[in-house]
């Protein structure tokens, strides 16, 4: 199973489709130029969705283990916040229907 799906739940999902519709915008509108802008947005908009905690806890419902375990890329967390961060990084990122640069740079080649 990849590991979007184990991570998936509804809060996860919906983000998902969020972000794409986002970048997508973004991109149209010629605030991302580059992959630097699309990480940089990327970043960002993970950034806006854990600054609640009642959110944080939604993107963690059924991924407990975001609370204590170390995160490859950011290290163990010290509270929900980072948790949340990396739980939803690891789910955009491997998830398949998070747009990526690539597809932005094959649609301006078009």
Not at 24 to 29: D, I, M, P
Not at 46 to 66: H, Q, W
Request: net charge negative; aromatic share 16%; hydrophobic share 30%.
């Amino acid at each position: 199973m990849e590991l979007y799906r184990a991570l998936e739940n509804k809060k996860l999902y919906e983000l998902d489709q969020e972000i794409s519709d986002y970048l997508w915008h973004e991109f149209h509108n010629g605030n991302l130029n580059d992959e630097d802008d699309f990480y940089t947005l990327f970043h960002e908009w993970i950034d806006d969705r854990v600054i609640y905690t009642y959110d944080c806890e939604a993107i963690l419902e059924g991924n407990s283990e975001y609370h204590y375990l170390d995160h490859d890329v950011y290290g163990r967390p010290d509270n929900i916040a980072q948790a949340a961060y990396a739980c939803l990084y690891d789910y955009l990122m491997d998830s398949p229907d998070t747009v990526t640069f690539e597809q932005m740079e094959k649609e301006l080649k078009e």
